[in-house]
C-alpha cells in the first residue's frame, strides 16, 4: 500500500476536524503531500470521516492521476494540488467548512487582526477569495492567487483552507483560526472590534517563528 503512514494520519486527522466540529457531515477534506515522489495522499469524495479506512484514501500526483486506491478522490483536488505547486513547503492542506470562518466568509469579510494569534497564519489578516463554484480549476487558482504569502485563505461562502509543514500543523491553523473567526464574529456583535495595527501582528509573527517545540 502506498504511503500507509500517511493514509493512516489522514484517516486519524478526520476525525479530529468531525469531532472539531470543522467538517460537518462528509464535507471538507485532507490532504499530504510527498514531494520526493511527486504524490498526494488525499481523502475521499463524499465519505464519512467515520467510516474511512486507510484504504480509502486515494493517491494520486499533482495532475490527478490516480497512483493507488479504489475511492473516487475529493472533489476539491484541484485545490490540494494547486497549493502544492504555489506553496514548496506545504506538505499538507486541510480545507473545512467551519461555522465562524464560513459566517465570516458570508458576510464578506476577511479575518482580521482581533487577536495575536492571526500571526500563526503568518499574516496580517487572512485574506478573503471570491466566491466560485466548488471542485473548480477556477476556485483552485483563485484560492492560490488571494492566499498569497499566508498560510491561510477564506473562501466566500465556502469555508477554510490552511496548509503547513505537517498534517499536524494545517490542523492546528484551522483550529487556530476558526477560534479567532469565532472571537471577530462575537466582538461585532457586541460593537466595533479593536484590530492589531501592522507592527503589532508582524511582533506576533516574528515570536511564532521561534513558538513551541521546533
Given at each position: 500500500?502506498?504511503?500507509?503512514?500517511?493514509?493512516?494520519?489522514?484517516?486519524?486527522?478526520?476525525?479530529?476536524?468531525?469531532?472539531?466540529?470543522?467538517?460537518?457531515?462528509?464535507?471538507?477534506?485532507?490532504?499530504?503531500?510527498?514531494?520526493?515522489?511527486?504524490?498526494?495522499?488525499?481523502?475521499?469524495?463524499?465519505?464519512?470521516?467515520?467510516?474511512?479506512?486507510?484504504?480509502?484514501?486515494?493517491?494520486?500526483?499533482?495532475?490527478?492521476?490516480?497512483?493507488?486506491?479504489?475511492?473516487?478522490?475529493?472533489?476539491?483536488?484541484?485545490?490540494?494540488?494547486?497549493?502544492?505547486?504555489?506553496?514548496?513547503?506545504?506538505?499538507?492542506?486541510?480545507?473545512?467548512?467551519?461555522?465562524?470562518?464560513?459566517?465570516?466568509?458570508?458576510?464578506?469579510?476577511?479575518?482580521?487582526?482581533?487577536?495575536?494569534?492571526?500571526?500563526?497564519?503568518?499574516?496580517?489578516?487572512?485574506?478573503l477569495a471570491p466566491y466560485v463554484t466548488f471542485g473548480t480549476q477556477e476556485l483552485a487558482e483563485t484560492a492560490v492567487r488571494f492566499?498569497?504569502?499566508?498560510?491561510?485563505?477564506?473562501?466566500?461562502?465556502?469555508?477554510?483552507?490552511?496548509?503547513?509543514?505537517?498534517?499536524?500543523?494545517?490542523?492546528?491553523?484551522?483550529?487556530?483560526?476558526?477560534?479567532?473567526?469565532?472571537?471577530?464574529?462575537?466582538?461585532?456583535?457586541?460593537?466595533s472590534p479593536n484590530v492589531l495595527d501592522d507592527e503589532q501582528v508582524d511582533a506576533a509573527i516574528e515570536?511564532?517563528?521561534?513558538?513551541?517545540?521546533?
Amino acid at each position: 500500500m502506498l504511503m500507509r503512514a500517511e493514509r493512516e494520519a489522514l484517516v486519524d486527522y478526520g476525525k479530529k476536524l468531525s469531532l472539531a466540529g470543522l467538517c460537518p457531515g462528509t464535507s471538507g477534506n485532507l490532504s499530504v503531500y510527498d514531494p520526493d515522489s511527486g504524490l498526494m495522499a488525499i481523502t475521499p469524495s463524499g465519505l464519512n470521516y467515520f467510516e474511512t479506512c486507510p484504504e480509502d484514501i486515494v493517491i494520486t500526483d499533482l495532475s490527478g492521476n490516480i497512483a493507488d486506491g479504489g475511492r473516487r478522490p475529493s472533489s476539491e483536488l484541484n485545490l490540494h494540488a494547486a497549493f502544492y505547486r504555489a506553496k514548496p513547503e506545504a506538505r499538507s492542506v486541510v480545507h473545512t467548512h467551519s461555522v465562524f470562518c464560513t459566517t465570516l466568509g458570508i458576510l464578506g469579510e476577511p479575518i482580521r487582526a482581533v487577536h495575536f494569534m492571526i500571526g500563526a497564519a503568518n499574516s496580517r489578516e487572512i485574506p478573503l477569495a471570491p466566491y466560485v463554484t466548488f471542485g473548480t480549476q477556477e476556485l483552485a487558482e483563485t484560492a492560490v492567487r488571494f492566499c498569497g504569502g499566508s498560510k491561510a485563505v477564506l473562501l466566500a461562502n465556502h469555508g477554510l483552507v490552511t496548509c503547513g509543514g505537517s498534517l499536524a500543523d494545517a490542523f492546528e491553523l484551522a483550529v487556530t483560526l476558526e477560534y479567532v473567526a469565532q472571537l471577530q464574529y462575537r466582538a461585532r456583535c457586541a460593537g466595533s472590534p479593536n484590530v492589531l495595527d501592522d507592527e503589532q501582528v508582524d511582533a506576533a509573527i516574528e515570536r511564532f517563528r521561534s513558538y513551541g517545540q521546533k
